[in-house]
């Protein structure tokens, strides 16, 4: 495809290593941070030594930490910023005429639980969305590992604009027309990842994670149908796909914190040590509030908010799932 300017919002180690694979493409990438001072190392290291020290920039992967350093003729971008600063990230990109929109972040709008999709139209009407979501680490993707992602969209032509500009010989992109599912399938998953993380940390053992991942799939697909996704979606890369990579290795965060708070740690002190944003924070709680909203039954879901929100501990929480009354599966 003919080389493109793109700009990736959020540095990170998920947009740093979006941008990695935007610019071994050949494009010419703008990394554009709140964080000035990122900005500034990355300019000076030719890495993101924070979260991705071991791979270097490319001549064609540009850091930037003002918008105006952007060509205004700009018409990709791509949105690797936290769910909870979305909505002000995309003041960024009002002044680009004609941009369109990948959303590379997981969760929904704290306290309005709106998708992301729904944020960008709100805030810049007429824009097209498209959503890459899927099992894919960023140090993997950074290192150039092959990886398998999905791309949905509100607008057939922009989703697969996005997925020619990402889909290379190691970043493998397969096009999806459910952007609700791809998004829910992407954000709960998150939530199921702590509830795995506490139960391995107790030394609950493999059956346990099993009946967790298989019982938090059945959770994700009953929030999607009432949402009004696709069932078969989360049979997919976006939703058993990321589902199993999230709940069963340590590069994950939440996962990660999920090991943090069975070792007895505090949320504050497990999210200092992991050191970067854990979107299942934000996402059980709003989980939960879609949950009431639809009349579904979440049980861990609702636990992990308990344990979040410091109503029982992990080893509580555990005990209250298995003394459930038992049920039919299906």
């Known amino acids: 495809m003919t080389a493109r300017s793109v700009l990736v919002l959020g540095a990170g180690s998920w947009g740093s290593a979006l941008a990695l694979a935007l610019a071994r493409n050949g494009h010419a990438v703008y990394l554009w941070d709140i964080d000035s001072e990122l900005i500034k190392n990355l300019k000076n290291d030719k890495c993101n030594k924070r979260y991705i020290p071991d791979v270097t920039f490319p001549d064609n992967l540009y850091p930037v930490d003002a918008i105006e350093q952007v060509p205004t ?8 910023v936290p769910c909870h600063g979305l909505r002000s990230s995309l003041q960024l990109l009002k002044s680009f005429s004609g941009i369109s929109v990948c959303l590379a972040c997981k ?21 097209s969305v498209a959503i890459l979501s899927g099992p ?3 140090k993997e993707v950074a290192a150039g590992l092959p990886t398998a992602v999905t791309i949905a969209g509100t607008d057939t032509e922009s989703t697969q604009v ?33 509830a795995a993380g506490i139960a391995d940390g107790l030394g609950f053992g493999a059956n346990t994670r099993s009946a967790l991942i298989t019982r938090g799939l059945h959770e994700i697909m009953q929030l999607g149908l009432a949402m009004g996704a696709k069932q078969e ?19 994950s965060r939440n996962r990660r914190l999920g090991l943090s708070l069975a070792e007895g740690l505090s949320i504050q002190d497990a999210s200092d040590k992991i050191g970067q944003a854990i979107e299942g924070l934000k996402t059980a ?10 009349k579904i039954e979440m049980p861990i879901t609702e636990q992990v908010n308990s344990v979040l929100q410091s109503e029982c501990s992990p080893r509580e929480a555990v005990q209250n799932l298995l003394a459930r009354e038992p049920k039919a599966e299906m």
């Open 162 to 194: 996005f997925s020619d500009l990402f889909h290379s010989d190691v970043f493998r992109i397969y096009t999806h027309d459910d952007h609700v599912g791809v998004q829910i399938g992407g954000a709960v998953k998150n939530v199921m990842a702590i």
């Open 73 to 80: 003729d700009i018409k990709h971008a791509v949105n690797a």
């Open 136 to 138: 894919s680490f960023a």
């Open 233 to 251: 979606t989360f049979m997919g890369l976006a939703g058993l796909g990321d589902l199993v990579l999230t709940c069963t290795d340590d590069q």
């Open 107 to 127: 969760g929904f709008e704290p306290g309005t639980q709106k998708l992301n999709h729904q944020v960008v139209e709100e805030e810049l009407v007429g824009c």
């Open 285 to 294: 709680r709003e989980v939960c509030e879609l949950a009431k909203k639809y």
